[in-house]
T-cell receptor
Framework: EDKVVQSPLSLVVHEGDTVTLNCSYEVTNFRSLLWYKQEKKAPTFLFMLTSSGIEKKSGRLSSILDKKELFSILNITATQTGDSAIYLCAHLIAGTASKLTFGTGTRLQVTL | GAVVSQHPSRVICKSGTSVKIECRSL??????MFWYRQFPKKSLMLMAT?????????EQGVEKDKFLINHASLTLSTLTVTSAHPEDSSFYIC?????????????FGAGTRLSVL
């Protein structure tokens, strides 16, 4: 059974700090890893990672995949209170209609 | 682009009644939509994959007769919780698969919080 594990489960930081969120996976037939941000309701797409070692970047957020270590990280620099959310990592299952297996999520709270 | 609308956002119903939740892709056609359930402080659990014009594919442990899915058009999928009971109370979220260059990305609706009394 595919497994996606995120750590830490929750995190509280001060505004301006840099955070690193972790996602490890044990899956058969790896295809891609996706990161989502869930604030109040709908998860919003952040990144899709397919190749190892290639950093994806969007503003203060960046993510990278290590297929050898079965690991991905999501970095947020100069955090703001608006970054407070649950960050979800998901594995895109190969050979299916784009089904996703989600991790438990990391709840990030950014305080003033 | 890639906006998914889900309605209603909140529903409260009596035990034994049926509830229908709609999921619409507003600015793109979605041949495949997904229905998830999310328990408090837990991650998204896939319930079923909804395919336009054909039967839904349910995940193991999900009752087909309990959670009826209809995907009658390229922009609309519905989930009907039949004879709802308090244990069905949960947060239900739908997503739609993108097309072409974004076909492996799912775009999510805002979710429906169901409370069964």
């Amino acid at each position: 059974e595919d497994k996606v594990v995120q750590s830490p489960l929750s995190l509280v930081v001060h505004e301006g700090d840099t955070v690193t969120l972790n996602c490890s996976y044990e899956v058969t037939n790896f295809r891609s890893l996706l990161w989502y941000k869930q604030e109040k309701k709908a998860p919003t797409f952040l990144f899709m990672l397919t190749s190892s070692g290639i950093e994806k970047k969007s503003g203060r957020l960046s993510s990278i995949l290590d297929k050898k270590e079965l690991f991905s990280i999501l970095n947020i620099t100069a955090t703001q209170t608006g970054d407070s959310a649950i960050y979800l990592c998901a594995h895109l299952i190969a050979g299916t209609a784009s089904k996703l297996t989600f991790g438990t999520g990391t709840r990030l709270q950014v305080t003033l | 682009g890639a906006v998914v609308s889900q309605h209603p956002s909140r529903v409260i119903c009596k035990s034994g009644t049926s509830v229908k939740i709609e999921c619409r892709s507003l600015d793109f056609q979605a041949t495949t939509m997904f229905w998830y359930r999310q328990f408090p402080k837990k991650s998204l659990m896939l319930m079923a994959t909804s395919n336009e014009g054909s039967k839904a594919t349910y995940e193991q442990g999900v009752e087909k007769d309990k959670f009826l899915i209809n995907h009658a058009s390229l922009t609309l999928s519905t989930l009907t919780v039949t004879s709802a009971h308090p244990e069905d109370s949960s947060f239900y979220i739908c997503s739609a698969r993108g097309l072409a260059g974004a076909k492996n990305i799912q775009y999510f609706g805002a979710g429906t919080r169901l409370s069964v009394l």
